[in-house]
């Protein structure tokens, strides 16, 4: 079993306001861990991993085709690979939630370790 705290990750700024960390993970799966500042966006991008996640604080507003849906405290959402989308923090209130990715994201660009 692997046990991987958020304390144990130095979380990397994958853009402006937009914090990532790594967390535990399998041959099929990971978790990462973000927080997303205020008026921080995630540009549009796509890659071959589902996402699923969870919104604990703050709401997040996605962009994919063309429509916006907005993730608050307790709602989770599903992105399929490959599929273009974007997130902005229009709030005042600092984004935190965790994504899981399948197969895992072993590597990502943005990690600084």
């Not at 306001?17 to 399998?26: N, Q, W």
């Not at 939630?97 to 895992?104: A, H, L, R």
């Amino acid at each position: 079993m692997e046990r991987v705290s958020l304390t144990d990750r130095d979380p990397s700024e994958a853009a402006d306001g937009v914090h990532l960390a790594l967390l535990a993970g399998t041959d099929a799966m990971n978790v990462q861990h973000f927080e997303i500042e205020p008026d921080a966006v995630v540009e549009e991008h796509s890659h071959p991993h589902d996402q699923t996640g969870y919104i604990c604080e703050g709401e997040l507003t996605f962009l994919v085709e063309g429509e916006e849906t907005v993730c608050g405290p307790g709602d989770s959402y599903a992105i399929p690979g490959e599929q273009p989308h974007a997130a902005e923090n229009r709030g005042d209130e600092t984004v935190r939630g965790v994504d899981i990715f399948s197969p895992p994201r072993e590597d990502p660009d943005w990690r600084d370790d």
